[in-house]
């Protein structure tokens, strides 16, 4: 079968939707975060953070998603990712790319993100950042020298931090727990159109589902199953079309600490 040897190879290694071709305002330099508008404003924050990690985490691992629900703000989002590489894929991926009912439209933010600056150690604090006339011209304020301040405020901040040092260690033991190897449910079947789905977390609908799997050719129904969460079904038209989702969806995370098992389901 030449064609679906050539579509599982295309999926492989584009791993995305063939977005509508299309510009979008002026050309920013390159940035590992990207901005994305004309997103559908009836999603609340905490679904379209979640949706956006999902649907951009299979171009790579992704630092930060900031979504705000202000009126200046609406219809609007920031990722921001690890490589440079991955925030070009998916600006070249995802521009026109139907999510819930409206195309996306994509570009490169004009700044470095705070997550951007402190993985490469040059972040500085908003309050300890210089205004753009106070400081020098054409030195972002990111880099501007923080202005000295008083004993009784540095020692407040270094509560603060001592304190969010203490609750980034207490998540990263909860993440440790998350991150155990789970038992499967099934066992490996012959290969069929219809997968089922593992290790899901709570959170994930099938409205989740569907926009991670309509990527690929032939997709009919994503079916979950009530009363219990975790698991899920994916329906295709043909063997060979589940099989190309399957491969490459393989060990996908839909959230930082849930590694998506696949298998074929077991058939009647």
């Given amino acids: 079968l030449p064609g679906v040897v050539v579509g599982h190879r295309a999926c492989r290694q584009k791993v995305a939707v063939m977005a509508a071709a299309g510009t979008f305002g002026h050309i920013s330099m390159p940035n590992q975060t990207l901005y994305i508008n004309n997103i559908n404003d009836k999603l609340g924050k905490d679904v379209l953070r979640r949706e956006l990690y999902v649907l951009c985490s299979q171009f790579g691992s992704i630092l930060d998603v900031v979504a705000l629900k202000t009126t200046k703000m609406r219809g609007q989002a920031f990722v921001v990712f690890q490589q440079l590489t991955s925030a070009s894929m998916a600006l070249q991926k995802l521009n026109g790319f139907e999510f819930y009912g409206k195309p996306l439209r994509t570009a490169y933010c004009k700044s470095k993100s705070d997550a951007v600056a402190k993985e490469d150690g040059s972040f500085v604090p908003k309050h300890k950042r210089k205004k753009p006339d106070g400081g020098k011209e054409g030195v972002p304020s990111y880099k501007q020298p923080p202005a000295k301040k008083p004993a009784a405020d540095k020692e407040k901040e270094k509560e603060k931090e001592q304190d969010k040092e203490k609750e980034q260690a207490a998540e990263g033991d909860t993440a440790m727990e998350a991150e155990k190897p789970e038992e499967s449910l099934a066992e490996e079947q012959p290969p069929n159109s219809i997968l089922f789905l593992e290790r899901l977390p709570a959170e994930v609908n099938a409205v989740m589902l569907k926009t991670l799997f309509k990527q690929f050719p032939g ?13 899920a079904f994916v329906e295709f038209e043909a063997e060979a079309q589940a099989a190309v989702a399957k491969d490459t969806l393989q060990g996908f995370k839909l959230t930082p600490t849930n590694e998506m098992r696949i298998t074929f389901a077991k058939k009647e």
């Avoid at 997709?219 to 698991?231: A, F, H, S």
């Fill in 219 to 231: 997709l009919k129904e994503v079916r979950m199953v009530p009363g219990k969460p975790g698991i």
